[in-house]
């Protein structure tokens, strides 16, 4: 079985909208990369937007210019079929949707292929033991659902066939997480996969509901969009994928599944009208003047719930049949749907016993589709309702602070807090602030922490900045509050009695920087970048960022950095002294523990007094900074720490700090 370190060639094949975009991110993964269409204009367009992407990406500085020009060398753009999959480690399938013709892919790449290579498909609708059974190793052929676009989207969905290997599995995991990725695995070759099994219901509900009568579009996608927080309403999504599109997935789901919603009327009667949406130039909008604007206030008394509790009850049978788990549809969502929150937690927030009673009602009003899930009975007869319960699809009770936005690790002597919304890039908000001050106060006197470190959920931001989303009809007033907060709590990271570091696994922008300036030590993973860019919003900096700044590169370079808004590769902004140390991404994890452990090793109550020596001393004259510092030397004199220090020297050993 091939592992992820022996992969050194893959093959893409279909070189269109998806194929391009995953073999543009099989490239920047450091991988020899063929992309093979049926005829050389193909070929070439596929390869002229892989082009442009990387150069879109380097002008941005989301990859430096040695790092374009390197995947642009290990990319081979081919029309003949031996030449792209000979020698092929790992070959992944992005042609047409069509059974016959991937059965057909997939039989040839068994024959051509070495015997150890993986076969992945990227199918968004077919099954995979079927497209597996054209071959002699079903075991070896997997689903790897991308999202479009490949280079921006954040999750790959892994879906297992019925004979698919656990090898295999890992090894596709690896794959997807080097080309910087999120993943869920689809542990069974159910009908929609995970995330389309979950989009399927609401759009058909959608749909329904404006049959009904009981809204319209317009009421339906502002109140998902400005209630539940989605990034677009349904309807403006159908139009965004392809009407026709959705038709015929649903199509093919249907077939797979007779309970599945299948396609709805208002859908058909659009694409049978050639009405497809964007690339027709009208779908359920007009799009002749370009992306429709949807007002907030058209779903003021339109209630999403209803719209939901079928697509819950999805989820549900997703969780008991073992396909996948709730974090697993969380994730899926969040990365895949830009949900602002996970369909889980939406649920337990609304009650599990409305579904039902929901479900219940519109069953007995349409029929047996709306039947409600064992799973959700279940939880119901238990109590198990949500967050007003303690316990619904999660565990609230005695848990104490409940952490919204971030994860928190404490792993003596090291604690971990994860800025944890990577559909919004881990951009700020009151959550986040929330959830950064809890996680201060609980370490403040932890004996057996001795370094926190923060880093961001996913591959390509630490974070964002403030999230932009919140700003649109805020007042003067919430702008200063909000900014007053982060402040707040930065400066509470400064005063911190122990080493703080921020490990920059992607880039840190805004707010993101503000705060992994408040730390004491910045690591950053290779090819990424910094930067103030409010000044490209209409405002400035507000946690501190006009403040620090200057501190670490000088006043002339603040301003430039302020006043310009530019993005500043890590690489650079370490000779400026804002980063401590950057790593290669395949170290980057290892290297940041390893930096920790050495801290951690470190005399607490020195480590606390030099600290506060350094950022105090800063702030006044020098002679005042040096009394300072010889006030805290004396605090220490006495302590045992030190002691143990001296004798250990003495001794020729390692030192074994208490903090006492």
Not at 50 to 78: C, N, P, Y
Not at 404 to 431: C, G, S, V, Y
Not at 621 to 632: A, K, Q, T, Y
């Amino acid at each position: 079985m091939v592992k992820i370190d022996e992969i050194k060639k893959v093959a893409v094949l279909g070189a269109g909208v998806m194929g391009h975009g995953i073999a543009e991110l099989a490239a920047l993964a450091g991988f020899e990369t063929y992309l093979r269409d049926i005829n050389q204009e193909l070929v070439d367009k596929g390869m002229s937007m892989i082009k442009k992407s990387l150069e879109k990406f380097a002008e941005k500085k989301r990859i430096t210019q040695e790092m374009m020009d390197q995947s642009w060398k290990r990319l081979h753009g081919v029309v003949d079929f031996d030449e792209a999959v000979k020698g092929a480690d790992f070959v992944i399938e992005a042609i047409p949707e069509v059974m016959d013709l991937k059965k057909k892919t997939f039989k040839e790449l068994d024959e051509k292929t070495p015997k150890h290579a993986i076969l992945a498909t990227n199918t968004s609708t077919l099954p995979i033991s079927e497209i597996a059974g054209a071959t002699k190793r079903p075991e070896k052929v997997i689903g790897m659902h991308f999202f479009n676009p490949p280079p921006l989207m954040p999750l790959v969905e892994i879906i297992r066939g019925e004979k698919t290997d656990d090898e295999t599995t890992q090894t596709t995991v690896e794959m997807a997480k080097k080309m910087g990725k999120m993943v869920v695995v689809c542990r069974k070759d159910v009908p929609g996969f995970i995330v389309n099994r979950l989009l399927g219901p609401l759009l058909a509900e959608a749909a329904r509901t404006v049959e009904r009568g009981e809204a319209t579009v317009e009421e339906i996608d502002s109140a998902l969009a400005y209630k539940v927080g989605l990034p677009m309403g349904v309807f403006l999504v159908a139009d965004y994928s392809g009407i026709d599109t959705i038709v015929k997935a649903s199509e093919e789901t249907k077939k797979r599944d007779p309970m599945a919603p299948g396609p709805q009327k208002l859908f058909v009667e659009k694409a049978s009208k050639g009405e497809y949406g964007w690339k027709s130039g009208k779908g359920f909008y007009d799009w002749s003047k370009g992306r429709p604007s949807i007002p907030a206030g058209v779903g003021e008394k339109f209630d999403p719930v209803p719209l939901f509790a079928p697509v819950v009850n999805a989820a549900a049978w997703l969780i008991r049949n073992d396909v996948a788990d709730p974090q697993d549809i969380d994730m899926g969502v969040k990365l895949g749907l830009g949900y602002p929150k996970g369909l889980c937690e939406l649920a337990d927030e609304w009650g599990i016993d409305r579904i039902v009673t929901i479900l219940k009602e519109k069953e007995a009003k349409y029929g047996d589709y709306y039947k409600v899930d064992p799973l959700l009975t279940e939880m119901v007869n238990k109590g198990h309702t949500g967050v007003k319960a303690g316990k619904g699809f999660y565990d609230y009770a005695g848990a104490g602070y409940t952490y919204k936005a971030t994860i928190f690790k404490r792993e003596p002597p090291l604690a971990w807090l994860i800025l944890n919304r990577p559909q919004r890039l881990n951009a700020i908000n009151a959550d986040l602030t929330a959830d950064l001050d809890h996680c201060l106060t609980e370490l403040w006197d932890d004996e057996e922490v001795r370094v926190l470190i923060i880093t961001g959920a996913g591959d390509r931001a630490f974070c964002a900045g403030a999230d932009i989303t919140g700003f649109k009809g805020g007042t003067p007033n919430l702008g200063f509050e909000a900014t007053r907060r982060l402040q707040m709590v930065t400066t509470r990271m400064e005063k911190f009695p122990k080493p703080i570091i921020a490990a920059l696994n992607g880039f840190a922008l805004g707010g993101g920087l503000e705060i992994a300036m408040a730390c004491d030590f910045r690591l950053a993973k290779e090819g990424t970048f910094v930067g103030q860019p409010e000044i490209l919003l209409g405002i400035i900096p507000g946690a501190g960022g006009t403040q620090r700044l200057s501190k670490y590169v000088g006043l002339g370079r603040a301003k430039e950095m302020v006043m310009l808004g530019d993005r500043v590769s890590v690489e650079e902004a370490q000779k400026m002294g804002l980063i401590n140390r950057v790593f290669p991404p395949d170290k980057f994890e290892e290297e940041v523990k390893n930096f920790a452990k050495r801290l951690a090793a470190g005399p607490p109550i020195a480590l606390k007094m030099a600290k506060y020596a350094i950022n105090y001393g800063t702030e006044v004259p020098l002679d005042i900074g040096l009394m300072v510092e010889s006030g805290v030397f004396g605090v220490l004199f006495g302590t045992e720490d030190m002691v143990e220090g001296t004798t250990a020297f003495l001794e020729k050993r390692f030192p074994k700090f208490k903090g006492k």
